[in-house]
């Protein structure tokens, strides 16, 4: 029976990972289950940092970004070494179960884990990519969606007045989950992704086209993963002669207040979570799909997400 | 075959209407389907205000709150003169079918429309109540949440700061929907909604008690349907003798930049009514349902919505 | 020689009260001078609440609203056993200086005590009401007119979209500052101000000579000393047959993240106010003139302050 | 005596250009004068391309960011020729004067032109950049501080969860205005800017300090004039072994709905513009300095404006 559970965030900080610690604290706290928080990933694993958490320690946190446990990459995790000294820690801490607020990479670790040392763990997928398969929505995405919007909105306002061509380098290393809603919700007229081949003498031929018909302002988003806003702007002017500007989003998407999608996966979540590890599941993440919740195996989570690439782009030019 | 739509906006304006707008123009013009936009709702119908849409005409409009179209409630629709003179117009404008983007009160109109006329119409449900059944979200709810959320968080401040009860009615005259996942996502202590009994004694038995344990701010929300912030707030201090505050929401919650999620629902859902109309469907609104494009009948559209109080209510009661 | 001082925030709370803090405390330590940070206001010198506070102590709270002191009015200080209270623990905790963070109520019971017990005491003058004379913002006030601005904005977009009238209240008990400052940036139609007689027929007879010309939206703007909007907005409807609605914004206009404006005074205002009172100021509060920090003696701080109404009033009108 | 107006907006765009617009026109039509609205700056005098405004023209602008008269830099205007031909299309529309909403590259192009044909010309300061002397803010750059505030704030979030160093460009080309601004509010670590020598190997070395101390993020806020993010963030990593990101806020700083203080701003000139040009001023800008409006030459407006650099660099290390 579990009387004891340690919560982490791991990867890459999202917003609404607050909102899921809040919700696994106070679900584990209701069913009188005691909660550690485990600080900086795998790493407070290894290292023993770690502290019980009650009802209070969670108090105003719902609406921050960022995670107050920390987080970080944890290369030690992935030796032999690392994952002992982390068993140990474990047991030492009378810990029966982890919950694991994380992408997919936080997913393969902890299911690794599981092979090798058993201790059962269920995950919450948190991550401004998108990136985890067989759900939905992570945490997080909904919030970087809108704060890249807000940026896409306010260039709108530059590329109009200056009639300007922009390019928008957005967050997305190998997904163009963010590059698509943003450029779909922000009316863009261009789109490149790294699922998706692009010609840009092509691009070009269509803005020149468009130029000489009096439109005069692009915005081209780009997801990181796909190319250099820096670059492809660069070359734009070379082939078009039309003044390019290129803006990196960056890391600011990564921050800010989770909205209230964001806020309520990583509630929803939070307690689904506890339910299943309470229950005795193991290995596996919890998420929605089609309005429910499901569980899935960490080695589904982690395989490539199929969007639905072409009729997403399709409906973007169609609207443009 | 259809060779001209009409498109028009009913009932409450909704954040997101816009973008639906654009994406009825864009996607019928881009099949060679003429537009007509009709102004002010069924009064433009009845008194024949409408001018022909192009792809320019939804220029600049995808990130705008409100309605270009404008809207507006009208009871001479209901009337068998009026739906005559509507009918008129839209023969004398050889109009083959109509989108009408609104609420169950917009459905309503448009079913008995159709079964008197059998103009083709499809309904696309926005409004910031989510009150369409049979569709999982109308457009513009999401928008009404996060500003209802973000005056949740100022008031958090406060509440914080002074030690002090705050009464929050939000909109909703029928359903708690809005309270609900405010009152979720808000972190607040209690909701008062319209399909659940409240015992405002018992709530402030609740306060009372845990005033002497150190807790001194809450934040109750209201849905104006099941009572109103300045009563509510006076009642309790009067069974409290602590100092209590209402405010009153109101028409913010319906206006504003629309969100991600609204601006997704209202372009992906102007695509879909474009298509179902062509394809011969008529008396029924499109929506998403368990994250797939459905169509429902407009009278089942207008039932009473089913929502999961109790587990919702419960949530939030061991998150706080 | 000031060895010790001690902080506290009083009366109504403001966004950038924080920011002073954070000023107040580091700057302080930086010269080798402890600082106390004293709760609850008053209440907390009168009930020795208190407690050192170093250079980390104010660590992240330079972007949330509210106070981390916390505040709330405190009748007990009016008393003379309060303040006998309040000076045993200030003389107990070897407290050399006071810096009280708040509006003109605050300043007139640190005159008082000072007059008193002759313990020095400098002034931060912080309030949403932008109601302290002798300087021309107080800390709060931009973060308040944003926040309102804010909402009038989205009521715009459903005044324009249903074509109605709208009564916006907002702070403002004795003075129409933040009223008049919203109702210049909003666009708004008229304004209603404790300082300024106003005709409710005449402006129903504009209301309607407007709507006879194509006019159809209104936003009235009335601060809560000079009327409630749901009384004004029955009238309107009475005298005029027009759909009005009323919103109150309330507390929401109190907290939230503060504005570069409300942070950059607070920050500097806290530096200014350690400065005088190291330098022997007492009796005093610091503020911005002109451009430059000037000190206030308290008698002058809490005189009614003079705005230049009839030139504001005038430049809406011209406006709209 | 002036019968018709022109008015147009040049360089950058810059939010609160649009309120400007607004008061220009509804002062000026106030006052029986005409204007005309020229597009597209210099540009759209040369080529004739401008039209009537009346009342009705400003409408619903008032928080849009950018400018409806567009606006873009316009090298022909610095040739003989090209203001030969801007000459001639003010004699052909019958313009008694300009007013002319830019920054002082616009000015000193406005002054120009005054020596020449004698045209009376007055300039309202409007640039994100805040360089025009001689005066306290131009239009926008209040709202481009917010903005970028806002960036850092979700920057925060991440830097203090990950414990990472962050290097954020700001703009500024030649000012660093900007940056110091943010950099106080933001609470940021470091500020680097053209006016000031800075040493990054003492910079590394600072942070190496407080990195053994404990304090694990930092944010150096960079002015764009002063050096590139990508690089510096290079350089500090190679020093100091430290994970280190880049962001670059580039355009996203320019758009934006204004702030209070931006449509406050230009509200107040857009009259005080009009009153100056009626009154016979000339070769003239207005603006606020010390709380009051000032008519500044252009010669005077376009010198190097002098910032207190070492009180506020001071006070922002003093605060970190």
Known sequence: MIKRIAVLTTGGDAPGMNAAIRAVVRCAVSKKVEVMGVFRGWWGLINDEMKPFDHRSVSGIINQGGTILKTGRCPEFKT?????????????????????IGG???FEAAHLFYERYKVPCVGIPASIDNDVNGID?????????????????????TATSMERIFVVEVMGRDCG???????????C???IIPERKFDL????????????????SWILVVAEGAGQAV????????????ETRPVILG????GGRPTAVSRDLGLRLGQAAVDSLLSGVADKAVGFHGGKVVEVDFTTAIQKKELKIDTWYNLIKTLT
Chains 1, 2, 3, 4 share one sequence.
Not at 138 to 155: E, K, P, Q, W
Not at 177 to 187: E, N
């Open 80 to 100: 032999r070494e690392g994952q002992e000294r982390a068993f140990a820690n474990i047991k030492k801490n009378n810990i029966d179960g982890l919950i694991v």
């Open 189 to 191: 007229e261009e789109v």
């Open 201 to 216: 003498g092509a691009i070009c031929h269509d803005i020149v086209e468009a130029n000489l018909r009096g439109k005069m």
């Open 137 to 157: 929505y992570t945490i997080g995405v909904d919030t970087a969606i809108n704060t890249a919007l807000a940026a896409i909105d306010n260039i709108r306002d």
């Open 104 to 106: 997919n990479g936080s």
């Open 231 to 242: 670059d492809i702007s660069k070359k734009i002017t070379e082939m078009t002669s039309l």
């Open 177 to 187: 989950f963010i590059a698509l809603a943003v450029a779909l919700a922000g009316g």
């Open 251 to 254: 890391h600011v998407q990564r």
